[in-house]
């Protein structure tokens, strides 16, 4: 693995860490608005980073299988889908504005559940990263090295408004700046490890490729569609998030085609 694959690797978590710190320097408490236009943002880079970076590779890798070539999206598409399902299912975690948890019932703190909840969606962020990493360093004619940055600037960019939107309502419950911050990193961590442990199948497993890109698209829409979308649109009408959602969508889409 040479150092370009590592600072890859590290580039979306540095996003989460940097976005966390933010609880030294801003108020005590994200605006409404303020955090609807971010989680709007981040919706918008991974709905764009799930098509163009994800979803189009796989379809390009399977064009062998003429007019099915959209099985192994569809496939893996689907299968991302619910194992994102189940996760949500099993992981106790309480979304942001939320007085309810989802998943089983359990004695967490509020503030742990909050955590989990963006450890959760920053699970197919990372597998995103890692098998298009792994597709790269297999000689994968549709994966360029330009592309494969784009991806992880793409991620690190919507993960620092989301390590605010983590540290800053914890900071806002009574949480001690450090620790604050520490959870906020914490809740990024799980990023380079899922990427590592992706690239690591991958490698393993070449031929299932597109089906592993796809299924990293489907987590990602499942994050988009079940958590960050809600949010984005909660309580009074407003149209920020929806301007933030394509703003996100363009920049990515740019990011990509301008570096792949």
């Known amino acids: 693995m040479t150092k370009n694959t ?33 989680t709007g943002f981040a919706a918008g880079v991974m709905v764009a980073a799930s098509v163009w970076s994800l979803l189009v590779p796989a379809m390009e890798q399977a ?3 003429g007019r ?3 099985l192994p999206a569809v496939i893996g598409f689907w299968l991302g889908v619910l194992f994102l399902l189940v996760l949500d299912r099993t992981i106790p975690h309480l979304h942001q504005n939320s007085t309810q948890p989802e998943g089983p019932h359990t004695r967490l703190k509020r503030t742990t559940m909050l955590v989990l909840a963006v450890t959760l969606h920053n699970i197919p962020e990372g597998m995103a990263v890692g098998v298009v990493l792994a597709g790269w360093i297999a000689g994968n004619s549709g994966i360029t090295a330009a592309g494969t940055l784009a991806l992880s600037l793409g991620i690190a960019l919507q993960n620092f408004p989301e390590g ?23 809740s990024g961590i799980v990023e380079p490890l899922a990427a590592g442990l ?3 199948a991958a490698g393993l497993i070449l031929p299932a490729l597109p089906y592993l890109l796809s299924f990293a698209a489907g987590a990602m829409i ?32 740019a990011l ?4 792949g």
């Open 198 to 200: 992706t690239m690591l």
């Open 68 to 70: 099915w070539a959209f």
């Open 63 to 65: 064009e062998g299988m």
């Open 222 to 253: 499942y994050v988009v569609v079940e958590e960050l979308i809600p949010e984005a649109s909660a309580g009074e009408h407003s149209n920020l998030g929806t301007l933030f959602f394509a703003a996100g969508f363009t920049i990515m889409l």
């Open 164 to 186: 605010a939107i983590i540290s800053m309502p914890l900071r806002a419950e009574g949480m001690g700046k450090g620790r604050a911050f520490l959870y906020g990193v914490l």
């Open 6 to 38: 590592v600072l890859e690797l590290l580039i979306p978590f540095l996003g989460t860490s940097l976005g966390a710190g933010g609880v030294f320097f801003l108020k005590e408490k994200l605006n409404l608005m303020l955090q609807r236009s971010l």
């Open 256 to 259: 990509d085609v301008a570096l």
